[in-house]
Nanobody
Framework: QVQLVESGGGLVQPGGSLRLSCAAS????????MGWYRQAPGKQRELVAS???????NYADSMKERFTISRDNAKNMVYLQMNSLKPEDTAVYYC????????????WGQGTQVTVSS
């Protein structure tokens, strides 16, 4: 049973930074890809960034200059550093564990709210 627990969300002013964390348990963390997604009110969930077990990263074009995904396989953790935050970054951010080889490996966290507002 895989569990993903996000933390680090909150209220931040425009231009500020936040670091989200996701703790994973119950699976072979380093063998699977990890991703951060977000869903704003009234919008579909979208990819923010993903990272393979070996560290290869992928970003949504609109976020690659401001966000950085990283992982610590020894600690079963994945992080999202978000800089220069904008009001349009306001959303619930979700952590996902998935396999690029096995579609049945697909787990989501409960999400953490990020609100960017002055």
């Amino acid at each position: 049973q895989v569990q993903l627990v996000e933390s680090g969300g909150g209220l931040v002013q425009p231009g500020g930074s936040l670091r989200l964390s996701c703790a994973a348990s119950g699976s072979i963390f380093s063998a699977n890809a990890m991703g951060w997604y977000r869903q704003a009110p009234g919008k579909q969930r979208e990819l923010v960034a993903s990272i393979l077990g070996g560290g290869t990263t992928n970003y949504a074009d609109s976020m690659k200059e401001r966000f950085t995904i990283s992982r610590d396989n020894a600690k079963n953790m994945v992080y999202l550093q978000m800089n220069s935050l904008k009001p349009e970054d306001t959303a619930v951010y979700y952590c996902r564990m998935f396999s690029i080889f096995n579609p049945t490996t697909n787990y989501w966290g409960q999400g953490t709210q990020v609100t960017v507002s002055s």
